[in-house]
């Protein structure tokens, strides 16, 4: 095994723009945790770091920003950093565990519908509470390939004790995306 194939590449850092943002006051409502998530996306898409994507993870009893997450795919090569597995290993390091629900209540804010593989990892995770902007359709409009998801995905959240709240901000988190594909970003799985 080489040097190469050995070294550890899981030393994922935000972009330094990220002092930029605002973060949601402790106190704030779905719409505006969502407004503070289309932020990220506009923020990414503006400083070209990665695709249309952001998520945010909030733990329930405090109202504070556990973990922050950007699709960062294009700028670090990397197929899985997606903005919810980057948001979750964020509030994972974070709280010291792979399992959030062994520690609280926590809510993932989605910009828009999860992928196949993050849809996987959200269970995973111990996340309780999933809330999503875009739809899958506003996604693949502009050529994102999802990958295989299941039709009734939200009842299979539902028996694993997930609620799902959709279309939170839908019509800015879509708006993002176009703005995105307009502005020639790179459709990296269509």
């Known amino acids: 095994m080489s040097d190469q194939t050995k070294r550890s590449i899981m030393n994922v850092e935000l972009p330094s723009w990220i002092a930029e943002w605002k973060a949601p006051e402790p106190h704030a409502g779905h719409e505006e945790r969502m407004k503070a998530v289309i932020d990220l996306v506009r923020l990414n898409i503006r400083h070209r770091t990665g695709g249309p994507f952001a998520s945010i993870i909030v733990n329930d009893d405090t109202g504070a920003v556990a973990g922050v997450g950007l699709n960062l795919v ?43 593989m993050c849809m996987g990892a959200i269970p995973w995770s111990g996340l309780r509470t999933l809330v999503i902007g875009a739809r899958d359709e506003d996604i693949r409009a502009i050529g994102f390939d999802e990958g295989v998801k299941a039709d009734n995905w939200i009842d299979g959240y539902a028996q694993r004790n997930i609620h799902v709240i959709r279309d ?5 988190s879509a708006a993002a995306l176009k703005e995105y594909a307009a502005s020639g970003g790179h459709i990296y799985n269509g």
């Open 74 to 116: 294009t700028s670090l090569n990397l197929s899985i950093l997606h903005a919810e597995m980057v948001a979750i290993m964020m509030a994972e390091e974070a709280a010291g565990t792979w399992d959030l629900g062994a520690t609280g209540r926590y809510t993932i804010y989605a910009s828009a519908e999860p992928c196949a």
């Open 168 to 172: 939170v901000c839908r019509t800015e």
